[in-house]
């Protein structure tokens, strides 16, 4: 049998889920191998050494480089205020002496005798890892961070921006191709994961900012509306930093686009559930997708259920797939034949292309590139 492969998102009811917990320096683990941690716990810090402030004190003091370190008026080492006199002149018989103040809060880090350069640190920045879901501590990764597992119900999304956010799952759309209006979004919705159904308009995230809306997640979303919410276009660098009052996940694409029934079913059917969502994407390299992370249990138990038996990433005979190119862009359908000789494309060049069965009957030949795999 023909095989191939094709990177996939995975919609599943149940898998075994390690989430992988790292500092972005090398710091101290707050948990011990096999503690049960809440998503909210915290499994790691560290601090970040603050921003330098440099002061061309020798200018400042209108001296020679070499006596910039005899001049400050507290040694390297010493706390500083903004705006506290820190470098005085020796002036002319003791007199018209020239004060400089601080131009920044934190630590004299050095004085140079050689450049006039004196530079301020600023006060460490702390950083703390939650575990991102609850569950049981499996692996300590020495002071870098741990990995925390669980049987969970995962779904990844096509798109996302923001980071992590956590609560309770609240459906606003009962149904995957209602539309996300401001009218779905209520003040009772404050701290959830609000599930939509087809496009999420501006307004309703403007909304749900408002109210106090941890993450939305739904079907679609309008080119133009996200570049409205950032107030630039987004470009093609890794998403997630951003910081607009929530977290956003699109689980189909751009446009006016209904959620996937099978999607839509899952998230609906843990309506009052915590859970975790990271809108963190990377398309390019090293591709990263958005997620919304369910639990099932405190921790990881018994059998993980069986996704289908096929390989992560290959298509076969029945396999689940969505188009993701025009003019089927979105269609929901399982592969019905994988020729195994390339096909002359509308475009004059040759692909290796499959055969889709769509969910409204058509069967539809497309390059194997132009569908991306639903791992359940």
Same mark, same amino acid.
């Given at each position: 049998?023909?095989?191939?492969?094709?990177?996939?998102?995975?919609?599943?009811?149940?898998?075994?889920?390690?989430?992988?917990?790292?500092?972005?320096?090398?710091?101290?683990?707050?948990?011990?191998?096999?503690?049960?941690?809440?998503?909210?716990?915290?499994?790691?810090?560290?601090?970040?050494?603050?921003?330098?402030?440099?002061?061309?004190?020798?200018?400042?003091?209108?001296?020679?480089?070499?006596?910039?370190?005899?001049?400050?008026?507290?040694?390297?080492?010493?706390?500083?205020?903004?705006?506290?006199?820190?470098?005085?002149?020796?002036? #002319?018989?003791?007199?018209?002496? $020239?004060? !400089?103040? =601080?131009?920044?809060? *934190?630590? +004299?880090?050095? /004085?140079?005798?050689?450049?006039?350069?004196?530079?301020?640190?600023?006060?460490?920045?702390?950083?703390?890892?939650?575990?991102?879901?609850?569950?049981?501590?499996?692996?300590?990764?020495?002071?870098?961070?741990?990995?925390?597992?669980?049987?969970?119900?995962?779904?990844?999304?096509?798109?996302?921006?923001?980071?992590?956010?956590?609560?309770?799952?609240?459906?606003?759309?009962?149904?995957?191709?209602?539309?996300?209006?401001?009218?779905?979004?209520?003040?009772?919705?404050?701290?959830?994961?609000?599930?939509?159904?087809?496009?999420?308009?501006?307004?309703? #995230?403007?909304?749900?900012?408002? $109210?106090? !809306?941890? =993450?939305?997640?739904? *079907?679609? +979303?309008?080119? /133009?509306?996200?570049?409205?919410?950032?107030?630039?276009?987004?470009?093609?660098?890794?998403?997630?930093?951003?910081?607009?009052?929530?977290?956003?996940?699109?689980?189909?694409?751009?446009?006016?686009?209904?959620?996937?029934?099978?999607?839509?079913?899952?998230?609906?059917?843990?309506?009052?559930?915590?859970?975790?969502?990271?809108?963190?994407?990377?398309?390019?390299?090293?591709?990263?997708?958005?997620?919304?992370?369910?639990?099932?249990?405190?921790?990881?138990?018994?059998?993980?259920?069986?996704?289908?038996?096929?390989?992560?990433?290959?298509?076969?005979?029945?396999?689940?797939?969505?188009?993701?190119?025009?003019?089927?862009?979105?269609?929901?359908?399982?592969?019905? /034949?994988?020729?195994?000789?390339?096909?002359?494309?509308?475009?004059?060049?040759?692909?290796?292309?499959?055969?889709?069965?769509?969910?409204?009957?058509?069967?539809?030949?497309?390059?194997?590139?132009?569908?991306?795999?639903?791992?359940?």
């Amino acid at each position: 049998m023909a095989k191939a492969y094709t990177p996939g998102l995975t919609v599943s009811s149940r898998v075994r889920y390690r989430a992988r917990r790292l500092l972005p320096l090398t710091g101290r683990i707050t948990v011990k191998l096999g503690d049960r941690v809440k998503a909210t716990d915290v499994v790691a810090q560290t601090d970040l050494e603050g921003d330098i402030t440099p002061m061309k004190m020798s200018n400042l003091l209108s001296c020679a480089p070499r006596d910039v370190p005899g001049l400050l008026l507290k040694p390297v080492g010493s706390a500083i205020a903004r705006d506290e006199p820190i470098a005085q002149s020796k002036g #002319i018989f003791g007199m018209m002496k $020239v004060t !400089v103040k =601080a131009t920044a809060a *934190g630590t +004299i880090e050095s /004085a140079s005798d050689s450049t006039g350069m004196v530079m301020i640190r600023g006060a460490a920045q702390p950083v703390q890892v939650r575990a991102f879901t609850c569950g049981r501590v499996v692996d300590i990764l020495g002071n870098e961070g741990v990995v925390v597992e669980n049987d969970v119900s995962l779904i990844q999304g096509i798109f996302g921006i923001g980071g992590e956010a956590y609560g309770p799952i609240a459906v606003a759309c009962a149904r995957p191709d209602e539309r996300l209006e401001a009218s779905c979004i209520r003040p009772e919705h404050a701290g959830c994961i609000l599930v939509g159904g087809a496009r999420m308009t501006i307004d309703a #995230i403007r909304r749900a900012i408002d $109210v106090g !809306v941890a =993450a939305i997640v739904s *079907g679609g +979303i309008d080119d /133009a509306d996200l570049k409205a919410l950032l107030g630039h276009d987004l470009g093609v660098a890794i998403t997630g930093s951003e910081r607009v009052g929530l977290t956003l996940v699109v689980t189909e694409g751009f446009g006016d686009i209904a959620m996937a029934a099978r999607t839509h079913t899952l998230l609906t059917s843990h309506a009052g559930h915590p859970a975790s969502v990271n809108g963190a994407t990377q398309i390019r390299a090293g591709v990263m997708r958005p997620e919304i992370v369910i639990p099932l249990a405190d921790e990881a138990t018994g059998e993980v259920q069986a996704g289908g038996g096929a390989t992560a990433g290959e298509l076969s005979i029945g396999t689940p797939v969505r188009v993701i190119r025009d003019p089927w862009f979105g269609a929901l359908g399982t592969v019905a /034949a994988l020729p195994e000789q390339p096909a002359v494309l509308d475009s004059g060049s040759k692909a290796r292309v499959l055969e889709v069965a769509l969910a409204d009957g058509q069967r539809v030949t497309v390059p194997r590139a132009n569908v991306e795999l639903i791992a359940g």
